[in-house]
């Protein structure tokens, strides 16, 4: 069983930038199918950008260029790295795994449901 906690998040202004972290246990770091999720309440969940174990990483369009995400093996930790955050960015963000391989399964935009989620963390910007 995989277990996901994040930390992080919090307010900010538009044009700031937040880190939010994502502690994994339970299953081999190195191995796992790692991302992050948002949503906002009363609309559908969006991927935000997946990491596969060869540290290759892809992000939703709407983030390009303006998110990072990087993965520690040794701290067995995801993190996101967000910059000009905009209001539309406001939303509960889910650190999210699956013991997936490197490739096209394990990309922002596969459409495959994730078996392990955290609890969300809350990232609020505004204008």
């Known amino acids: 069983q995989v277990h996901l906690e994040e930390s992080g998040g919090g307010s900010v202004q538009t044009g700031g930038s937040l880190r939010i972290s994502c502690v994994v246990s339970g299953y081999y770091f190195d191995r796992l199918c790692l991302g992050w999720f948002r949503q906002v309440p009363g609309e559908k969940r969006e991927g935000v950008a997946v990491i596969d174990s060869n540290e290759v990483a892809t992000y939703a369009d709407p983030v390009k260029g303006r998110f990072t995400i990087s993965k520690d093996n040794d701290e067995k930790t995801l993190v996101l790295e967000m910059k000009s955050l905009k209001p539309e960015d406001t939303a509960t963000y889910f650190c999210?795994?699956?013991?997936?391989?490197?490739?096209?399964?394990?990309?922002?935009?596969?459409?495959?449901?994730?078996?392990?989620w955290g609890q969300g963390t809350q990232v609020n910007v505004s204008s």
């Open positions: 999210v795994a699956d013991r997936r391989p490197p490739g096209p399964l394990c990309m922002v935009y596969a459409g495959i449901e994730y078996n392990y």
